[in-house]
């Protein structure tokens, strides 16, 4: 199973854009579905993005049509283009990679130190 690394993460005022990365230890090119999660204080965490079966993607309602999610077969690397950031999108970001139902259900994923993205209003 490949490590995930995330990175990308900063402070930005509402309105503004940035792009996490998921670098991974070996080749990403067997792996089906990919994902970005993210977890607010006092909150679960959430599926926010997925990419699977190559180019599939799905989106939560809550960053759809602001976010992208991609990944990038060559560089073993995962991406999210979030774009017009609200304050409700502070949170730590997370990724992973392994089957779609697990993807989807977050059981079994091993998660890493995530990444930390704060909107100020």
């Known amino acids: 199973q490949v490590q995930l690394v995330e990175s990308g993460g900063g402070l930005v005022q509402a309105g503004g854009s940035l792009r996490l990365s998921c670098a991974a230890s070996?080749?990403?090119?067997?792996?089906?579905?990919m994902g970005w999660y993210r977890q607010a204080p006092g909150k679960q965490r959430e599926l926010v993005a997925v990419?699977?079966?190559?180019?599939?993607?799905f989106y939560a309602d809550s960053v759809k049509g602001r976010f992208t999610i991609s990944r990038d077969n060559a560089k073993n690397t995962l991406y999210l283009q979030m774009n017009s950031l609200k304050p409700e999108d502070t949170a730590v970001y997370y990724c992973?990679?392994?089957?779609?139902?697990?993807?989807?259900?977050?059981?079994?994923?091993?998660w890493g130190q995530g990444t930390q993205v704060t909107v100020s209003s």
């Open positions: 990419i699977h079966s190559g180019s599939t993607t």
């Open positions: 992973a990679a392994d089957s779609l139902k697990v993807i989807l259900t977050m059981s079994g994923v091993r």
């Open positions: 070996g080749s990403i090119f067997r792996i089906n579905a």
